[in-house]
Nanobody, 123 residues
Framework: QVQLVESGGGSAQSGGSLRLFCAAS????????MAWFRQAPGQEREGVAT????????YADAVRGRFTISRENAQNTQYRLQMNSLQPEDTAMYFC????????????????WGQGTQVTVSS
């Protein structure tokens, strides 16, 4: 089994920055794709960014150029989401997710999910 734990959420002013972290534990060698999703109140969950084992990344249009997903260690057990130029519409619960399959994309199903960390951006 795999456990994912997010940290680093909080509050920021519009135009500010926040950094989220995801720590994976358990049978982590099985993980080949890591991702961040978010869900705002009353809205459906949406994909934010993915990163595969080779460091290739993909972003949702809404965050491209502002957010950066990166791997924090060689074991692929720690990931970071750097969020710059935050806007009120970025307010949401952010979830770390991981999948075992080789394909890596926001449209795919993910096998493991964290509990989420809240990000609130005020204008």
């Amino acid at each position: 089994q795999v456990q994912l734990v997010e940290s680093g959420g909080g509050s920021a002013q519009s135009g500010g920055s926040l950094r989220l972290f995801c720590a994976a534990s358990g049978y982590t060698p099985s993980l080949r794709c890591m991702a961040w999703f978010r869900q705002a109140p009353g809205q459906e969950r949406e994909g934010v960014a993915t990163s595969d084992l080779y460091g290739r990344t993909n972003y949702a249009d809404a965050v491209r150029g502002r957010f950066t997903i990166s791997r924090e260690n060689a074991q692929n057990t720690q990931y970071r989401l750097q969020m710059n130029s935050l806007q009120p519409e970025d307010t949401a619960m952010y979830f770390c997710a991981a999948r075992v399959g080789w394909a890596c994309g926001l449209e795919l199903s993910f096998d493991y999910w964290g509990q989420g960390t809240q990000v609130t951006v005020s204008s």
